[in-house]
Each structure stands twice: as structure tokens, then as C-alpha cells.
């Protein structure tokens, strides 16, 4: 690339380089279409520099040390001591390694990689700038573009980032010491996981959360067995309570929560009902509210690009802005910020750009959390298929009657599924338990391809594996399972 | 602006209607109330008018679609209109809400509904412009192959049968749908003889490849049907063949003549077939014959005229739909529900004939001709009166039986597409030349197939003139839920014994009518049934008493 007021041209420009943008890039490359893709930061983006790679390498790294000094019931006695610069070493070394990989994919496929932050000038136009002193800055003339940009942590007023004892999801995925006391700001996905990895490492853990109970959006009986797990391993929790500031305290800080009055008027929990402001000492805060689309950097409107009052980029089934030769996908581009659905649709976008009839269509979208057990779920919850109109009929199997279970020392949780009572097209399955994450994706195959409950239940199943309670669950729903009661 | 256009209910509360044939094509030019295509439902054939002036944009569906009310039908380009207002033209509530708004939603929670909703008319301008296809709105058992060869063939999968494991769509129900819809444009555009269109609207196969061959070039799906031709399988043609007892039991199983199964395979010289071979064989025959059936569905060897059969056919295959099917169904309906009874009789009606021949000339004064049927519509409306049940219906849900005190009658007429009921509403208070003039014109309207869904619907009683071709009798069908159907014959000079002032008989030539009554025995007893006959025909062979109903 030129360096310099020299306006050069490409088919597609790719801005971000997430598992969104990256894969975009790939597959516009593999269909032969001329692809530009400005990264200003790393490649792999949120996923592969802060988000899901490191945290499931700490989360790894910690069980393993967890496990190991609590496994006198196996006959194993041991106190495994954690270097965390080591543990930290070896999860940049993992992150090092996919992110070359990236990079080295997007050559391999032609994408012309360009360093920078972009800004659009007009809706064919972008200036990419590049960091550090003096490295100017180009302008590229694009046909179409594909808006990756991606999410960051949402802040609260009185918390910044910037703040040294206040940290961020990527921060607390890079620190170089074990707090000794910690309070999380939010009990979602990102806050539990990183409770449970720190509560692992030794760390004083207190979570507080606004609304009633962890997970929100999560059904009941998926959250109970992660709760109690949390409980065991001495986590506490705050439920209706906002944090309102810090203050410096000794050697370390003193964070004050409050209970917003309809937090707590809903709140369930009784500690939430009392109006007295929490006040909790501790080493750090970590803040894990949310996250929030990159819309705002990008000088959108320029280009004519709308994006919501939330600042997503709204989209139709092809991925299309409101601008037909630009696209988004991604977190960006809208719920649910998740890197495999970023991925699709970057690949419906370049197929889409190349003239393919590509759409998204995906019948159900797979989710996984990363606590202890781990969460898996898959289209439709009960109440959601009810809602959509559908008979249902639910099957579950509990992993304690799963020899494999029992035999990993992990037999919390259940795999249940919903199907349509009518034909029993599987709709939906929910799976809190040992690897949840990985026995999901049976699941999802099974209601994209329409299989139903009969197909599950009649496909022979390895034994003795944790998928078997994916069978049993089906023969469940069926009335014929053969290792819980039916109902 | 543009203007998305949904199929409208074109009939009273009909659910679907078939698209017989456009009547514009896109980028033409359309005036308010212009009819831009037919369509069929249950049993009419009605003309959509456009809604506005403006370009046709896009047409939405292949002509022999069903077309669900409600869905996107046309999109036009309205000149001179600003983008405020309702985009379509039966603004859902979301939509109305959205209207006015900029393309950008508020929050993604509303964003993901909306998308939820209506995937196709989502997200600005663009979706409209791209015309590409959108997912369907339904939840739709197919997998992810599939559902691209339906973006790929611009098929809706929501409008597929699927003809997998409990419904599920296949590859082969999307291809077979490309396929179909691009023969079934054809015949419509062909239609143009009333004896042409008789055999059936929409499916009739039929000629005129050449002139439309060239308008088809965007539905894929036409190379997909023409390389499907027939597999020909060479069958063996032997007296004897050895086989092992199972082979036999399989090649029973498969229906196959083991004689017929080719093999190169011999034992002691004499032929020999394996279970591969039947099971090859059957499968080869099976894919054959679904080959016929498809070419069959899809026009290709089909007589020139739709009606005829070409050189060397033995049978023909027509799609079984449309009016027939409904016809057909109906007749099940009734003759399964309710237990049909038919009192014959014959009636004296020379009196009737000579004051019909009377009023002939008056009636031609202002240009009516009068029939004997508003005559047997009073006759019957009166006799009605007497025995309301026989104007009644069950009411099967509630266990209710229905009494009406109105006295609209069906008129049976046949069509070039079958048989049509056309309804004379509140036949006991009109005049016979109100009656003979409605009755004309909705009979006319029945046989041009302009009669509009809600003429065809409300009667109480129902009245069939099988007299006009011939026959003594006939056991007619009851218009169900109608509890009595009367079927009148040819009016005939017969010789009856007439019985003087004095007594004396004598054998005089007279005008006689047969009639057959079939009646609901659910509802009606027999003796009912008789005393209405009689009720009737007292009327008939007095018209003089219709003056005093």
C-alpha cells in the first residue's frame, strides 16, 4: 500500500479484523474479490486478544490448578502452586499463535492487510491513519465495505478504565499479580467467568449485581447449578445493587453500591431490600456490564450509514446497512455480540457481495457460558417455543445418571431439550453441565437439519460419553429413556 | 416511492388463491383499478386491480403459485409519492409504527422483532431494490442446503410441501417446485379458449413452449426439469430365471417381474438374478416412472390442446386441484356427513306451462326471458315457509339445529370448469322477473367465471335443473350443510289419466316435470320429505296459488 495522498482502490474493504471481519476477508478472498482489511489494533480482534480465547485459557489454566488441589475424593493429594506470570505467559503464547494464524490465512487468501484506524470521508471513500508519529495517513476507494468494527466494554460514570484499581474484562485477563480481594460489577457471562477464574487463583470475591439473580436472560434452572457452585467456591454475591463510586482505602479501595428503588423493590433477594449503600473493601474492581458497539469512530455518517440510538448498525438478512454497497456484521452490527454469529455473517456478506445468494438464516443461534458447569444453549427455551406457538414437549436427563459424568467427577446439571409435540422437530436445547459447550453443537445440527426427537434418540451414541445424556434426553422427551424416570 | 402490494382477500375470508396469470409484466406501466393479474380461489376466478398509478416493480410469484392473502404480490414504483405513509398496502400495526420513522430502528430488541416479522420488508430501501430472496417468515424444516437452492431457485420455502421425514423439505421438493412453476406459467399464458381453460386452469399443460421459453430465463429451475428426462431402463424379457427364494419374496415386495430384471449373471446356464439386481431394477422403474410423473406435471409429452392425447398416449396426468378439487371435496363432505334420502315424484305442470307462455311476451318487454325457475323458486321458497326444517342445517359443533328465516337458493349450474352454485338471495320476496334477471345474470357470471366468491356462498336451499340435457331422475347431492337439494327434470308432454267435473277419465297428452328431492335423513323424516314434495308440487300444478304467496 502507498503511504501518502495517493488514493488507491479495492472491491471490498474489511475494517476490523475480530472473527467477524477476518473471516469476511477470507471468504471474499476465496471468491476471487479484490480485499482490503484495516486493522488498527491486532487480528482476531476482541475474541482472540481479550475475550474468548484468553478467558477460556485462564479459565483452563485454573481449573486445572483448582481440580488438582481438590481432588481428595479421587485419592489426590496436592497443593499445585500458580506462577500466574507463567499462566499468563502460556495464554499469550496461545493468543500469539491464532492470531498469527489470522493473519497468515488472510494472506494465503489474498487480503491485503493495512494497518490503521478508519474513518469513513464519503460513502466510497475511507482515510485510514496510521498510529504512532508521523505515519500519515492514506485514502482507499472501495466498492463495497463490511463494517467489523466490533464491541468495548461499556463504563460506568465513576469508574474509568484509566483508573488504576479499576479494570476493564481485557485488563483483568492480563494482570500480573493475584488480587487478594476483588468485587465484580455484574454477574452476566463475563463477570461470572471471571469470578470463577480469580475465586480459583485465591481471590476474595464479591459480585454485585443490579438486577435480581446471575445471568440474566438465562433460564432458572440453568443458573441454580452455576450459583451453587459459585457459593462453594466462596464467591458472594449482591443482588440489587448498583455501584455508585470508589474511594481509595488503605492499600486498597472501598467500593459503594446502592440499591436503586426499583431494584430493589423487584429484587427478590432479601439482601437487597435494606436502602444502606454496600460498602466493600477491595484490592481491585473489575466492571463487567456490557459491552458496546464501535459505531462512533468510524465518521458512519459520512457515508450516509444509520446506526440505532444504542449505536448498532441495523442490517437486513444479507448483512446490508442502510447504505446497499455497506455491509455489517459482528458485534456491530447488533445482539447477539457473538464471534461465531460475527462470523456468519461475514461470510453472508462477502458471498453476498461476490453475487452468491447467501442469507441469514440460521434456524438457531448457539450460546455457551464458561462457568462452573458450563451453560449450552441452542434455539428455542420452552417458554420461547410456547410463545412461538408451538406444542411442546421437553425432555431431560441429569448428568448424574450419566455414567461419564460421574466419572469425570463433574454430575451437576441436566441436558434438556424442546421439541414440537406435534412432529417432534427438536426447537431448542439447553445443557448446563460438564463440556455443555461441546455437546451443544449436536443440537444445533439436529434443528437445522429438522431432525426430530426420534433421529436423536435413534442415533447410537458412544458410550461411555457425556453425549449419551443428549440420547437419553431425546428418549426422555419420548418416554422411553433408560436411565432417568420418565415422566 | 416504492409500494409493496399484498394479495388482498379476494374472496370472503379465503384463505389462498392460485396465481393463474399476470396481466401486466414488470415495467409496465399500470393505472389505478387496472387488473394486473387472475387469480383463483375456491371458485372463482377474480381480477386483481392495481391500487395505484405507477411501474410495476417487481412481480412476486410465478404464474400456478398459491398465493397465500396477505403476502407480497407486487411491488410497484408510485411516481411523485414521498416515502411518508404506509409502504404497503395493508399496513400491519408494526408497520404503521415504522413507517414514518428513519430506516434505523430504536433498540435492537425492536429491531431483532421487526426482523422477526417481516424479514422481506425490513431494513430501508435496500431489501426492496436488491430483490433477492428473504428467508421465509415461517418456521420451515429444511436444512441449511436446501434453503440456499431455494434462495438460488427464488423459491419460498414456506410455500413447499415437504416430502421428507415428517414434512421435512428436500432438495428434490425445491427443484420439483422451480420446475413446476415455470410449466405451469406457460399453460396459463395459453389459456385463452373457454374449451382450453376447461380441462383446468392452472395446470393444464400445454403448448406454446417456444413464444415462452425466452420470458422464463430467470427460473433456474426449467434446465433443472428438462434434464431430468426418463431414465430409461432396458428390461429382460425372459420365460424362466433362477433365483434364490429370497430374491423372489424381494422382487415380490418390489413388485418387479423377476423375468424382467436384466442380469448378465448366469447359473448352469441359465439366467440368474440377484437381490442387488431387484433392488436395482425397482429402483430404476420407480425413478422412471416419478421421471414420467414429473415430465407428466411438468407439460412435456402432453397433448397439444391440454385435452387431447398425444400420439402413443395411453394416460395422461393432470394436477387434481383447483375447482374439481373443491367440487370434489364438497361432494365428500356431504355424501359422508349426511345420510341422503331422494323422493321422486312427477308433476302435472300444464297449467304452468301455459301461464309461463303468457307471461313470456310481457317479460320479453323488458328484455327478460323468463324460465320456468323463478316459477319452481317461488314454489319452493313457499313450500319452504311450511316446512322450515328442510330450510334448516345442524350445527354440528354447538349440537344445535339452525332454523332460517330467510330463503336463499342455489342455483347448480354447470361450467366449463364444473359445477358452480351461484346464490339467489332472499328469493321469497322477489318477483319472478327480479328473480329471472338476477338469476340470468349470475348464471352468466357463473359460466364467464366473473362470479365473485361471496355470490357463490350463503344458500339455504339449493335447486339443480338437470332437465336441460335429459333424464327421468337423478339423486342429486345436498349442497352441504343444506338439508335439501331438488333436482327438476325436462319438462315432457307424457299421457295422463285426467279426471273430469264428472268424474269421467280420459288419457290426455300433459305437460309433466319429474322431480327428485334429496334431503338430510338426519334432520328429516321421510314423511317430511313426501309432504314437501306434495307441498311443491301443488304449487306447480297451480301456479295461481303463487299469487298468494
Known amino acids: 500500500m502507498v503511504v501518502g495522498d495517493v488514493t488507491t482502490g479495492t472491491d471490498v474493504l474489511v475494517i476490523g479484523a475480530g472473527p467477524a471481519g477476518y473471516v469476511a476477508a477470507i471468504r471474499a478472498g476465496q471468491l476471487d474479490l479484490d480485499v482490503t482489511l484495516v486493522e488498527k489494533d491486532a487480528y482476531g480482534g476482541t475474541c482472540l486478544n481479550d475475550g474468548c480465547i484468553p478467558s477460556k485459557a485462564l479459565i483452563t489454566a485454573t481449573d486445572v490448578a483448582h481440580e488438582a488441589g481438590n481432588a481428595e475424593e479421587m485419592g489426590i493429594h496436592a497443593d499445585p502452586a500458580v506462577d500466574l506470570a507463567g499462566m499468563m505467559g502460556w495464554k499469550d503464547d496461545v493468543v500469539d499463535q491464532l492470531t498469527g494464524g489470522v493473519e497468515k490465512l488472510c494472506k494465503a487468501n489474498g487480503v491485503n492487510l493495512l494497518e490503521g484506524t478508519a474513518t469513513l470521508s464519503d460513502e466510497n471513500t475511507v482515510r485510514v491513519s496510521h498510529s504512532g508519529e508521523g505515519q500519515g495517513s492514506e485514502t482507499l476507494e472501495f466498492e463495497h465495505a463490511i463494517v467489523a468494527t466490533g464491541s468495548r466494554p461499556i463504563e460506568i460514570p465513576g469508574f474509568e478504565y484509566d483508573d488504576e484499581p479499576v479494570i476493564d474484562s481485557t485488563q483483568a485477563l492480563a494482570l500480573e499479580s493475584v488480587p487478594d480481594s476483588m468485587v465484580i460489577v455484574g454477574a452476566g457471562y463475563i463477570g461470572m467467568e471471571l469470578a470463577g477464574v480469580y475465586a480459583k487463583l485465591g481471590t476474595d470475591v464479591t459480585v454485585i449485581e443490579m438486577l435480581d439473580s446471575i445471568l440474566p436472560g438465562y433460564d432458572d434452572d440453568l443458573k441454580r447449578p452455576v450459583k451453587q457452585r459459585a457459593n462453594d467456591l466462596g464467591i458472594e454475591f449482591h443482588f440489587g445493587y448498583a455501584a455508585s463510586e470508589w474511594e481509595q482505602q488503605g492499600d486498597g479501595i472501598r467500593v459503594v453500591a446502592e440499591a436503586p428503588d426499583e431494584a430493589a423493590a423487584d429484587g427478590g433477594q432479601t439482601e437487597a431490600v435494606e436502602d444502606d449503600p454496600l460498602e466493600l473493601d477491595a484490592e481491585k474492581v473489575l466492571v463487567a456490564v456490557g459491552r458496546e458497539p464501535v459505531s462512533d469512530t468510524l465518521e458512519l455518517e459520512n457515508a450516509g450509514v444509520e446506526t440505532d440510538d444504542r449505536g448498532f448498525i441495523q442490517t437486513d438478512s444479507q448483512a446490508r446497512s442502510n447504505v446497499e454497497h455497506i455491509f455489517a456484521v459482528g458485534d456491530v452490527a447488533g445482539e447477539p455480540m457473538l464471534a461465531h454469529k460475527g462470523s456468519m455473517e461475514g461470510q453472508v456478506a462477502a458471498e453476498v457481495i461476490a453475487g452468491e445468494p447467501s442469507a441469514i438464516d440460521y434456524q438457531a443461534m448457539p450460546a455457551a457460558v464458561f462457568t462452573e458447569p458450563e451453560i449450552g444453549t441452542v434455539g428455542m427455551s420452552e417458554s420461547e417455543a410456547e410463545e412461538a406457538g408451538f406444542e411442546t414437549v421437553v425432555g431431560k436427563f441429569p448428568f448424574r445418571a450419566s455414567g461419564r459424568a460421574l466419572t469425570t467427577g463433574e454430575s451437576d446439571g441436566f441436558v434438556k431439550i424442546v421439541a414440537d409435540d406435534d412432529q417432534g422437530y427438536v426447537l431448542g436445547a439447553q445443557i448446563v453441565g460438564p463440556e455443555a459447550s461441546e455437546l451443544i453443537a449436536e443440537l444445533g445440527l439436529a434443528i437445522e437439519l429438522g431432525a426430530t426427537l426420534e433421529d436423536v434418540a435413534s442415533t447410537v451414541h458412544t458410550h461411555p460419553t457425556l453425549s449419551e445424556a443428549v440420547m437419553e434426553a431425546a428418549e426422555n422427551a419420548l418416554g422411553h429413556a433408560i436411565h432417568t424416570l420418565n415422566r | ?549
Open chain 2, 1 to 549: 416511492m416504492v409500494r409493496e402490494f399484498k394479495l388482498p382477500d379476494v374472496g370472503e375470508g379465503v384463505a389462498e388463491g392460485e396465481l393463474v396469470s399476470w396481466l401486466v409484466a414488470e415495467g409496465d406501466t399500470v393505472s389505478e383499478d387496472q387488473p394486473v393479474a387472475e387469480v383463483e380461489t375456491d371458485k372463482a376466478l377474480v381480477e386483481v386491480p392495481s391500487p395505484v398509478n405507477g411501474t410495476v416493480r417487481e412481480l412476486h410469484w410465478e404464474e400456478g403459485e398459491m398465493v397465500p392473502v396477505g403476502d407480497l404480490f407486487v411491488t410497484y414504483d408510485v411516481e411523485g409519492e414521498e416515502s411518508e405513509g404506509p409502504s404497503t398496502e395493508e399496513p400491519t400495526a408494526s408497520e404503521d409504527e415504522r413507517a414514518g420513522e428513519p430506516p434505523g430502528v430504536d433498540s435492537p430488541e425492536e429491531a431483532q422483532a421487526s426482523a422477526d416479522d417481516e424479514p422481506a420488508g425490513d431494513a430501508g430501501a435496500t431489501g426492496a431494490e436488491t430483490g433477492e430472496v428473504e428467508p421465509p417468515e415461517d418456521r420451515v424444516f429444511a436444512p441449511p442446503r436446501v434453503r440456499r437452492l431455494a434462495r438460488e431457485e427464488g423459491i419460498d420455502l414456506s410455500t413447499l410441501e415437504g416430502s421428507g421425514p415428517g414434512g421435512r423439505i428436500t432438495a428434490a421438493d425445491v427443484e420439483a417446485a422451480a420446475g413446476g412453476s415455470d410449466t405451469s406459467s406457460e399453460s396459463a399464458e395459453t389459456e385463452t379458449t373457454p374449451e382450453e381453460s376447461a380441462s383446468d386452469a392452472g395446470a393444464d399443460s400445454s403448448s406454446g413452449t417456444a413464444d415462452t421459453a425466452a420470458s422464463d430465463t430467470e427460473t433456474a429451475g426449467a434446465q433443472t426439469t428438462q434434464t431430468t428426462t426418463p431414465t430409461q431402463v432396458e428390461s429382460a424379457d425372459r420365460d424362466r430365471t433362477l433365483a434364490a427364494p429370497a430374491t423372489r419374496k424381494l422382487a415380490e415386495e418390489e413388485g418387479v417381474d423377476i423375468d424382467a430384471v436384466p442380469t448378465d449373471e448366469e447359473r448352469d446356464g441359465e439366467p440368474y438374478v440377484t437381490p442387488e439386481a431387484v433392488r436395482e431394477y425397482a429402483e430404476a422403474q420407480q425413478r422412471a416412472q416419478e421421471a414420467d410423473a414429473e415430465a407428466v406435471s411438468a407439460g412435456e409429452p402432453v397433448g397439444a390442446k391440454g385435452t387431447e392425447f398425444a400420439e402413443g398416449e395411453r394416460e395422461r396426468r393432470e394436477p387434481f386441484k383447483g375447482v374439481r378439487k373443491t367440487i370434489a371435496d364438497a361432494m365428500v363432505e356431504s355424501k359422508y356427513s349426511a345420510p341422503h334420502v331422494t323422493h321422486h315424484d312427477e308433476v302435472d305442470v300444464t297449467e304452468l306451462v301455459e301461464a309461463r307462455e303468457r307471461l313470456k311476451p310481457r317479460a320479453e318487454e323488458q328484455g327478460i326471458g323468463l324460465t320456468y325457475m323463478p316459477f319452481i323458486m317461488k314454489a319452493v321458497t313457499a313450500a319452504l315457509k311450511e316446512y322450515p326444517e328442510m330450510n334448516a342445517v345442524i350445527d354440528e359443533d354447538n349440537e344445535e339445529i339452525v332454523y332460517r328465516d330467510y330463503y336463499n337458493v342455489g342455483i347448480a349450474t354447470a361450467t366449463d370448469v364444473g359445477l358452480m352454485v351461484p346464490v339467489l338471495e332472499d328469493a321469497d320476496r322477489k318477483g319472478l322477473l327480479q328473480l329471472s334477471s338476477e338469476m340470468n345474470e349470475l348464471v352468466t357470471k357463473a359460466r364467464e367465471r366473473s362470479i365473485s366468491p361471496g355470490e357463490l356462498r350463503g344458500s339455504t336451499f339449493t335447486i339443480t335443473n338437470v332437465g336441460g340435457i335429459g333424464g327421468e331422475y337423478a339423486t342429486p347431492i345436498l349442497n352441504y350443510p343444506e338439508s335439501g337439494i331438488l333436482a327438476v327434470g325436462e319438462i315432457k308432454r307424457k299421457p295422463r289419466v285426467v279426471t273430469d267435473e264428472n268424474g269421467e277419465e280420459s288419457i290426455e297428452p300433459r305437460s309433466v316435470m319429474t322431480l327428485s328431492l334429496s334431503f338430510d335423513h338426519r334432520l328429516i323424516d321421510g314423511a317430511v320429505g313426501a309432504q314437501f314434495t306434495n307441498e311443491l308440487m301443488e304449487y306447480l300444478e297451480n301456479p295461481e296459488l303463487l299469487l298468494l304467496e
